[in-house]
């Protein structure tokens, strides 16, 4: 093999090599996937606010506050149950039209002598809502009603559903007001 045969060879191969790492290149960058991350609303939990009986236009705060959900072992606790709270976001059941609360007054003091538990019936319809391919589907809810179960010791005085029926697509706005 002479030397102009040689380097036309070393040529080619160049050639091929830098032709192959372009094909690698951009099957290696068109193979991988866009992050999926969600940053659109997801599901809207119940937002409930309190209020002072006498006074209805005033909030007033409830003194250590548990919130158990019906079917839910755990008992619930988010950043808005505070201590003293005049607010609260709690989830919604999307597997059944049904969700019950069952709200403590002074249930997060250690003493269960000085427990007040209320019952709180929400039922509603629901609707799946496919949000986008990161966050899947959302539920939300329609036709919100809101009652209380009464028993000897209320603490719970009177239950209003802001807009009768309540529809619940976010969380921003309150959704049912209590008055204690």
Not at 50 to 58: R, T
Not at 158 to 164: A, G, P, R, S
């Amino acid at each position: 093999m002479n030397i102009a045969q040689n380097q036309l060879l070393i040529k080619m191969k160049k050639k091929i090599f830098t032709i192959a790492f372009c094909i690698f290149t951009i099957i290696l960058l068109g193979s991988c996937e866009q992050d999926d991350i969600c940053l659109e609303d997801t599901t809207p939990r119940l937002v409930i606010r309190f209020y002072d009986n006498e006074n209805p236009n005033d909030f007033k705060k409830v003194s250590n506050l548990l919130v158990q959900i019906q079917g839910v072992s755990e008992v619930f606790f988010n950043e808005t149950i505070t201590s003293s709270t005049d607010s609260i976001a709690i989830p919604i059941m999307v597997t059944d039209d049904l969700t019950k609360y069952t709200l403590v007054l002074n249930g997060n003091d250690g003493d269960e002598t000085n427990d007040n538990p209320d019952i709180l019936n929400f039922t509603y319809t629901r609707e799946d809502l496919f949000v986008s391919r990161s966050c899947g589907y959302k539920t939300v809810f329609h036709e919100g009603l809101t009652s209380l179960e009464t028993d000897a010791d209320n603490w719970i005085l009177d239950v209003e559903t802001i807009d009768n029926p309540q529809s619940i697509t976010n969380q921003k706005n309150a959704h049912v007001k209590i008055f204690h």
